[in-house]
T-cell receptor, first 115, second 113 residues
Framework: GAVVSQHPSWVICKSGTSVKIECRSL??????MFWYRQFPKQSLMLMAT?????????EQGVEKDKFLINHASLTLSTLTVTSAHPEDSSFYIC???????????FGQGTRLTVV | AQTVTQSQPEMSVQEAETVTLSCTYD???????LFWYKQPPSRQMILVIR??????QNATENRFSVNFQKAAKSFSLKISDSQLGDAAMYFC??????????FGEGTQLTVNP
């Protein structure tokens, strides 16, 4: 199957700093990528849909200025958590698909800890 | 809005036995897709099985099969001959137009040796 690579796998940062997470589709082009947040033992919550060459579509309640998404190419989307605070600590996962309604390929996830 | 409900937060099964995980969903759409994803301790999401709503035949992938009841809006997953490697969190997911996946709350499956 197709591979989605997410980097870093884990990161610890100080409160007030920004952190960038990368999501790459290694062997296919993804016009759309998705960013999720997952709390321990809970489901995946869609944060935003990242569209190549255009602005991301954020879900209700997700702060656009805090979670900056850039989809500069067909193989790369980035999520930047700006001015991170301890409550932003979570597991972040990206996914991409070759075509709609087919298998979604997920990155390995990034565990963010803000101290 | 579409919702997906998994009423079993936790399930356990003996190795080599069969277990069924439940999932119901709510939608007014007639054309949609349903999925079961597995999230093992590594937290890497893996597709288990996929079902198109327009297909009456239940999907099967080796030891994994579904019981899709469209009228009842039910989509259960049956795991036969359970193996230790099947232990994971299982998520039911729904998708209609727009490529958005809506996930259920998940069922944590424990496989006992």
């Amino acid at each position: 199957g197709a591979v989605v690579s997410q980097h870093p796998s884990w990161v610890i940062c100080k409160s007030g700093t920004s952190v960038k997470i990368e999501c790459r589709s290694l062997d296919f082009q993804a016009t759309t990528m998705f960013w999720y947040r997952q709390f321990p033992k809970q489901s995946l919550m869609l944060m935003a849909t990242s569209n190549e060459g255009s602005k991301a579509t954020y879900e209700q309640g997700v702060e656009k200025d805090k979670f900056l998404i850039n989809h500069a190419s067909l193989t790369l989307s980035t999520l930047t958590v700006t001015s991170a605070h301890p409550e932003d600590s979570s597991f972040y996962i990206c996914s991409a698909r070759v075509t709609p309604y087919t298998e979604a390929f997920f990155g390995q996830g990034t565990r963010l800890t803000v101290v | 809005a579409q919702t997906v409900t998994q009423s079993q937060p936790e399930m356990s099964v003996q190795e080599a036995e069969t277990v069924t995980l439940s999932c119901t969903y709510d939608t007014s759409e007639s054309d949609y897709y349903l999925f079961w994803y597995k999230q093992p301790p590594s937290r890497q999401m893996i597709l288990v099985i996929r079902q198109e709503a327009y297909k009456q035949q239940n999907a099967t992938e080796n030891r994994f099969s579904v019981n899709f009841q469209k009228a009842a809006k039910s989509f259960s997953l049956k795991i036969s001959d359970s193996q230790l490697g099947d232990a994971a969190m299982y998520f039911c997911a729904y998708e209609t137009s727009g490529s958005r996946l809506t996930f259920g709350e998940g069922t944590q499956l424990t496989v006992n040796p």
